[in-house]
């Protein structure tokens, strides 16, 4: 079968994304025209003509049997694509919704118009169990439409070293690392630092810490680019993934990328994390908004050298073996074949 990728992040025709590791099946790359901010708390009008016209072009390239499906990457592109086939009675074009991270659900006129447009997808794929019961309730769709494929994330720089190998580097005082925007409980981690004297650095979209009355400890930077993330997660004693909604999977691309460099992590025990690290094996969980208990697990490991490289390397080798594109492109092959006749896979 021959699938049209739709991603807001690939703006070229070809993609180094998961669907290189896919065989068996086309996979082209409709290029996105408009430039795509994770950052950003909510998508505006702009936003949503951008994802339109991606779609539509999406539809036409599709038009004539020329395609017989669309791998969308997150909501709103998923949305769109099963409200127009809804519409433009494109029945016979398959819909996968990749990385269908909603975050959270909707009532009253804006829940309804999801759950009408959402009927036209025939594959979510979500990154977090949790997420299944809780979306397959709100669309009124059977749970066999979900699946829960692990997030994928590229593997660090070729020659990039380990955290182990890079920590503390000379004349730089320890430090703690967060990074993120959504979700994030930064008002928790601000709190258990305060008094410790431990040199906080916390990299997020200004919106989400404006409110914090941070202590000495602590201070905020935004804007950086993502190597420069990267080189301070690396160089951080500790990394924190603090989320401020336990119900709301969110933080895994953030948990990954540390846990790909050996780092030693700290996240809050919540649907994006239990299914990526086992506690006190490659991490250390703490219940969400617990500021003694996110203390004790700071001050547990801030002077523990050995436990630290130890739950990093645990963390590394799991994320190699589980959250690499070749893993995802896996399981992106594995739902297409599921989606294709069994005719069209005997061609193959």
């Not at 981690?189 to 919106?207: D, R, S, Y």
């Not at 919540?270 to 617990?290: I, N, R």
């Amino acid at each position: 079968m021959r699938f049209l990728l739709l991603s807001p992040f690939t703006r070229g025709t070809t993609s180094s994304w998961i669907v290189k590791d896919v065989v068996g099946h086309e996979v082209d790359v409709v290029p996105a025209g408009y430039a795509h901010d994770r950052s950003r708390p909510v998508s505006g009008r702009q936003e949503w003509a951008d994802y339109y016209r991606h779609v539509r072009a999406a539809l036409r390239r599709a038009g004539g049997g020329r395609a017989q499906g669309l791998i969308t990457v997150f909501p709103q592109l998923a949305a769109l694509a099963g409200l127009l086939k809804r519409l433009l009675l494109r029945s016979d074009l398959m819909v996968v919704a990749w990385s269908f991270n909603l975050g959270r659900t909707y009532g009253g006129l804006k829940g309804a118009v999801a759950r009408f447009a959402l009927a036209g997808v025939d594959m979510f794929v979500v990154h977090s169990r949790a997420e299944i019961p809780l979306y397959s309730r709100w669309l009124g769709l059977p749970e066999s439409r979900f699946q829960f494929v692990p997030l994928s994330v590229a593997l660090p720089a070729e020659g990039e070293a380990p955290a182990s190998a890079d920590e503390a580097p000379a004349g730089q005082q320890p430090f703690i690392l967060a990074l993120g925007t959504a979700n994030r409980d930064y008002a928790t981690l601000a709190a258990a630092v305060a008094g410790t004297g431990i040199p906080t650095l916390i990299v997020a979209g200004e919106h989400r810490t404006r409110h914090i009355q941070a202590p000495p400890e602590v201070c905020f930077r935004n804007g950086l680019a993502l190597d420069e993330c990267h080189r301070l997660a690396r160089g951080a004693r500790l990394n924190l993934v603090p989320l401020q909604d336990a119900g709301n999977p969110s933080g895994q691309v953030t948990l990954i990328e540390a846990m790909m460099r050996g780092c030693a992590i700290i996240a809050t025990r919540c649907a994006g994390t239990e299914d990526y690290v086992e506690d006190g094996a490659d991490a250390l969980l703490v219940p969400a908004g617990d500021v003694a208990a996110l203390r004790v697990a700071i001050l547990s490991l801030w002077n523990d050298d050995a436990r630290r490289a130890e739950l990093g390397r645990r963390a590394r080798e799991r994320a190699l073996t589980h959250y690499t594109f070749a893993a995802g492109g896996q399981a992106l092959q594995a739902i297409l074949d599921d989606c294709a006749p069994a005719a069209v896979l005997q061609q193959v």
